[in-house]
């Protein structure tokens, strides 16, 4: 009887407090306590740039027609191989895209930056550690270069269900007419590490070799209805896109395959690490108020609030170790620097191996656990998620876990990836080295 008196009591503060029993990301969730995305104050790389900019301590170039761009890569460290180019009119500056005039993605571990030939603007996100992804644009004229947070336009795209309902990051793949407009009739894939490779890359320029898979990419269909068997046999393994689009306006004359399979790697890690971040922000603060308002001790920790722990940290643990991961068939291989410059990013350890190392013969790396372990949006993860997070990876790395989701790791693969991280990894929990030592 008591227990049923406590249920209608939580029942009816749920409802008073305005919140449901079991509570659901929207879209709107990160607007409020305790996340508050729009009023707080990022700390990023792009913020950081921005003061510097404000103290005199960095400066920014206008070179011709590309704007601010080599001079904003530069200051922010992204490397120029990383570009890639996409002709789908799916952006900010739609008006600027089309198959000649494909938009330019750069990107490094925590900053992506687009270029538009003739654009107004260059637009930017970074992954910020408490926020997600943060939107800005750097004005493209030569007055002196103003870089402005963006929000509302952008969460249209970037803060709804297809980014987990957090600010975060979206890749497509569309099949587009001459225009350069997507053709909606027609299917369209969100893209990540698990889609199939014929999937991908609808709409983007692709250089490189990939034997006989078969993708999307280089191709423009020249009418309203797409076919229900698309002929593609010329937009495969492309290593100079000479005869599709002149290339001397951007950086560099790639768009590199490597280089777009790390994208759509990290743009779904990013979104995972932040989901997994404001999930357990948003339960805390959930426990607290109920703590609060049933008089309970203020470190009372309800079963619900380990539940939703684990439901935005086992997504991340599965992403992180490449659950699902789409096998490649044949060797991939890039026509730019950028596979050599991204491994030697390192960190590496006592033998040598880093999780940058690629492998691009059934995989996209050679070691199965993300590069992105190591980064500063990981590291800010609340430590209720981030234990979690490293006592699940341990679990499964030590060969202690044999589900389904981690079936493709190889004891080879576990072995590895524990001794790196071990080596490489400074705040680990301390039974990774003890363990790593005694072996």
């Known amino acids: 009887m008591m227990f049923k008196k406590f249920s209608l009591r939580l029942v009816m503060l749920a409802v008073t407090l305005g919140f449901p029993l079991a509570p659901r990301a929207s879209a709107d969730d990160f607007e409020r306590e305790p996340i508050n995305y729009s009023r707080a104050t990022p700390r990023n790389r792009v913020s950081r740039l921005i003061e510097e900019l404000a103290s005199g301590k960095a ?10 761009l080599p001079s904003l890569l530069a200051a922010l460290d992204v490397p120029v ?95 587009v007419h001459p225009s350069g407009l997507p053709i909606l009739s027609a299917a369209t894939y969100r893209i990540d590490q698990s889609s199939p490779l014929e999937q991908r890359w609808g709409g983007w320029y692709v250089t490189g070799t990939h034997g006989s898979q078969r993708h999307l990419g280089n191709l423009v269909i020249d009418t309203r209805d797409v076919p229900d068997v698309v002929d593609n046999s010329a937009g495969q393994n492309v290593t100079d896109l000479a005869r599709l689009v002149d290339t001397a306006p951007y950086l560099t004359k790639h768009s590199d395959i490597v280089a777009l399979m790390v994208l759509e790697h990290q743009a779904e890690a990013h979104n995972r690490i932040t989901q997994a971040n404001f999930g357990t922000r948003q339960a805390l603060h959930y426990q607290t108020t109920l703590n609060r308002e049933l008089r309970e001790p ?60 690629f492998d691009l013969e059934r995989r996209l790396f050679r070691y199965p656990c993300s590069y992105l372990v190591y980064s500063e949006s990981v590291r800010a993860l609340p430590p209720e998620v981030k234990a979690y997070v490293f006592d699940r990876l341990w679990s499964i790395v030590s060969d202690e876990d044999h589900t ?3 079936a493709h790791l190889s004891l080879a693969d576990r072995q590895a990836i524990r001794e790196i991280l071990a080596d490489t990894l400074p705040d680990l929990p301390v039974k990774w080295r003890e363990s790593v030592a005694a072996k």
């Open 59 to 68: 400066k920014l170039e206008h070179r011709g027609a590309l704007g601010y």
């Open 81 to 175: 191989s990383s570009q890639t180019l996409v002709y789908s009119k799916t952006s900010l500056q739609r008006n600027r895209i089309a198959p000649a005039t494909p938009r330019a993605l750069y990107f490094s571990d925590d900053v992506y930056v687009g270029f538009c030939q003739q654009g107004d603007v260059l637009e930017i996100s970074a992954a910020d550690p408490k926020l997600g992804a943060v939107f800005y644009t750097l004005e493209q004229n030569e007055a002196a270069p103003r870089l402005q947070r963006q929000g509302d336009n952008c969460l249209i795209c970037h803060g709804s269900s297809p980014t987990k309902n957090v600010p975060g990051h979206l890749v497509r793949s569309v099949f």
């Open 298 to 357: 203020a470190d009372h920790q309800w079963d619900s609030t380990r539940s939703r722990i684990r439901s935005v940290g086992e997504p991340l643990v599965e992403y992180l170790l490449f659950s699902g991961e789409a096998p490649l068939t044949h060797r991939v291989a890039g026509t730019s620097e950028f596979a050599a410059e991204f491994a030697r990013h390192g960190p590496r350890d006592s033998r040598g191996r880093s999780l940058r190392d």
């Open 404 to 406: 389904q989701a981690f």
